[in-house]
């Protein structure tokens, strides 16, 4: 089902007090949160930080997010997320995110935001060449083709 | 193109200074926070509070959501918001939202969140008729029809 | 107690649904949202807005804070915050806050922060005349007197 | 300084994207709930995770905060955190959080939390032995003592 070429990044991290509310569980809102820490550490997985993207002039807002929520995790959860990351078009970025429980692999939420490419002036710009290697590795894989 | 007969509310907010992020606009995840805050004057307006939903033994944790960010919000900008609602078949619930500057209507972010409806033991029920009386109020009108 | 003099602001909000944790009541951390909430509505009732003074040049950066919680509050509380002003020496600002549930006046929570005065490079600097001025109203009343 | 007897854990994280704020460093608000994060692993550390003090029946809401800012920290800044925590007399618990940035040990917040012990009810009681064994290890070594 999932390209090999498609980079992907896990990691686990707990739900904190503060993200629980009163019906016992994270609020949704969070996951959004959740799903950027993904997308940061899977660009530094990739080998260059998202931090080092913005001081290259390379800005990415989210411009579309879909989710669904289909577990509950109380605070102190330990749950894992997996991020992937693919081209879509030549002016837009899409990032997917899986959670579940770390140790039942009980789903939790999962879903994805597209980001537009903005230059330091909030001009839309395409995708520069070095983020296309970062993803792509260089070949013209199947997540980079169109 | 809005049907009069489905329950609208309209409200007005500020982005926080703690809602914006290093790019000088509001975070992302805060919308869906916005978007909670919609439906609870919604249900304030129809007449009975989402906190007497709660004491009446009705949970609607979101189980979807999706949003598109459309325009940017810097600190202290004056929101309007209008939030709508609509049943969606017998167990779901859905509400909508559109966020725009107050003073020149400009674009924030809309969106839809989609609620389970679920008894004080997390099980799922049917909409009880006093959630579709609120809604629909009491006619078998449109926004309430499948 | 309270000098006449010293500028002071109420507003009403409620508590949203995400600002609760499982305990049931307002998680600790949103008490400095709100607490920033209460100094830019009064920097606006003054005359003008917080984001003014940093067009200006001006940025208040929070170097202490002290609060005192007193009371729990639920989802959808409608809560009461009292916010006032005073300078502290020649480069520091002082804003208090109390916190009450609007209808009981039961507390909930106070406190103050304590802010430095920064310029657009980040360099400390003294209160510019025209704060002393929306603080003092131009008088050399007690507030600002050292 | 500090006594070897009092528990400490120090834990390392990052800054999230979403806990910036327009001025480009951590928005103050997150250190409180940094400071929670601190806690929970302190307990974790300590062999009985806090998640496991509520199922026993013992809550711990803070009643008081004092925290001081004293440097920047951008999103991605690699935080290292300690916490200890002390006994205040009998129906109070201390926790300490000191946080620098994790490379340099650049100074960043640091400050306290007093909590309350409740039980199920709310009701204020005194901490229980297997709380004060946890803190104290038994003996009646120094941060323990009154």
């Not at 997308?39 to 913005?54: F, I, K, M, N």
């Not at 800005?59 to 879509?88: C, I, N, Q």
Request: charged share 25%; proline share 6%; aromatic share 10%.
């Amino acid at each position: 089902m999932k390209d090999a070429a498609v980079p992907s990044h896990t990691l686990q991290f707990r739900v904190r007090y503060g993200e629980t509310d009163q019906m016992g569980s994270y609020f949704n809102a969070h996951v959004l949160t959740w799903m950027e820490m993904g997308r940061t550490e899977l660009s530094r997985h990739l080998g260059l930080p998202y931090a080092e993207w913005e001081r290259r002039g390379i800005y990415l807002p989210v411009v579309e997010a879909h989710l669904k929520f289909s577990g509950r995790a109380p605070y102190d959860t330990l749950l894992e997320m997996t991020t992937t990351v693919e081209p879509t078009g030549y002016v837009r970025l899409r990032f997917n995110n899986r959670i579940v429980w770390a140790e039942t692999k009980a789903p939790v939420a999962h879903g994805y935001t597209i980001h537009a490419v903005l230059n330091r002036e909030g001009k839309p710009v395409r995708l520069p060449d070095w983020v296309r290697q970062l993803i792509c590795g260089g070949s013209d894989s199947r997540p980079c083709a169109e």
